[in-house]
């Protein structure tokens, strides 16, 4: 082997992520599984290194197992169209828009909740009891 070897303390110092991440990495897939040295540690090549750095993005983008799986195979055919990349982060992007609007939604029912109370009553007259408690009856729930 020629080049820099990564034990996988190194990966995990370099990249930020935990060894019992990679280690899950390896045994999903992710992540190709190592050589091994004499003493039966782990050695990475800076392929690995490159690989966990673009599943590590990736996650903090908040992409899925399967969808990186998919990018990780896509980009295995650089001569390839990107469409399917394309798609894969389209998706994902229409994912977070519809969670920011679920957060949005609940950032002002909290608020309007909190701003009904002042914090001076007894819990039997508290508007925020009193809110969560209507809000269920108010749309059928048991």
């Known amino acids: ?17 935990k060894v019992p991440t990679i280690r899950y990495y390896e045994q999903t897939g992710l992540m190709a599984a190592p050589d ?19 599943i590590r993005h990736a996650r903090d983008l908040g992409l899925s197992i399967e969808a990186i799986r998919e990018l990780i195979t896509l ?10 990349v394309d798609r894969i982060a389209a998706e994902h992007l229409a994912d977070v828009r519809a969670r920011i609007a679920r957060l949005t939604r609940l950032e002002e029912e909290l608020a309007r909740m ?4 002042d914090g001076h009553h007894p819990l039997g ?3 925020v009891i009193r809110s969560l408690t209507d809000h269920g009856l108010c749309h059928g729930e048991h």
């Open 114 to 117: 909190v701003s009904a109370c």
């Open 1 to 17: 082997m020629y080049g820099p070897m990564f034990s996988i303390g190194d990966l995990s110092r370099r990249t930020g992520v």
């Open 36 to 54: 091994r040295s004499e003493g039966n540690q782990r050695r990475y090549e800076p392929a690995d290194l490159e690989r966990l750095g673009f």
């Open 75 to 84: 980009s295995a055919h650089p001569e390839r169209p990107c469409a399917d």
């Open 125 to 127: 007259e508290c508007k």
